[in-house]
């Protein structure tokens, strides 16, 4: 079982690290991994650009911070399930948000699935007589690879944390209206747009960098034998 914890590095280094690891267990050996520089880890912390002393800062602030333990408290009427969208119910999703929000450029699978998500947790508060105001403000924050989108690009194989934040508001009444879908996808589909089209110079003014890491951290496919142990 591999284990890894967002203080060593974000999903794409996480991805990249597998990557890694796999392809050296199909191979055999890490020559071909060696053999390209793109291929290896950059731990150079001086490749992101922090002109307003932002490290500094949270470091000063960190040195106050106390961590108290407090006990867990678990709600006791909730239920778990699991819910599998295949490819074919996203496409479907998909098509019928193009043909109702056109005007709507970004439709991943993770808007078409986050909006999906969105809308139904909104819906089944109503559906449970849960008492919720109709103009309760609803938010939804995701996080979002920075690498490629800053003035000063941080090349890709950078290691480490290189993440900003979308988000996008809108009210009890909207999402779980007859639209409620079509809202949730035109809002968190334009997000991403808006992001994706931002160039930040000074990433650290507003703590992290504009990108898009859940729809665009490139799992992608991960071939060869996953080796032994953990981490």
């Known amino acids: 079982m591999l ?33 390209s520089s793109d291929s290896l ?35 006791l009427n909730n239920v778990r399930s699991t819910f599998i969208l295949q490819k074919r119910d996203i496409q479907k999703l998909r098509d019928f948000a193009q043909a109702k929000k056109p005007h709507v450029t970004h439709l991943s699978s993770f808007t078409i699935t986050t909006a999906y998500v969105w809308s139904g947790l909104a819906r089944s508060m109503a559906e449970s007589d849960e008492e919720v105001a109709a103009d309760e403000p609803k938010y939804f924050a995701f996080a979002m690879d920075g690498r490629s989108r800053t003035d000063l690009p941080v090349p890709a ?7 900003g934040m979308g988000l996008v508001e809108s009210t009890h009444a909207e999402l779980r209206g007859g639209d409620r879908f079509l809202a949730a996808v035109e809002l968190i589909g334009d997000e991403i747009a808006n992001k994706m089209n931002k160039k930040e110079a000074k990433v650290a003014k507003g ?12 799992g992608g496919k991960v071939e060869g034998g996953g080796g032994g142990g953990g981490a």
Not at 3 to 29: E, L, M, P, T
């Open 41 to 75: 880890p950059l731990y150079d912390r001086f490749v992101v650009s922090d002109p307003s002393g932002l490290l500094n800062h949270l470091w000063n602030q960190l040195k106050s911070f106390k961590i108290e333990t407090r006990p867990l408290e678990f709600p």
């Open 207 to 218: 703590g992290g960098k504009d990108g898009e890491e859940a729809p665009g951290r490139d």
């Open 157 to 163: 194989a950078y290691f480490g944390n290189c993440v």
């Open 3 to 35: 284990y890894s914890h967002h203080i060593v590095g974000d999903a794409s280094s996480i991805v990249r690290f597998i990557k890694a690891w796999c392809a050296a267990a199909k191979f055999g050996s890490d020559d071909e991994l060696l053999s």
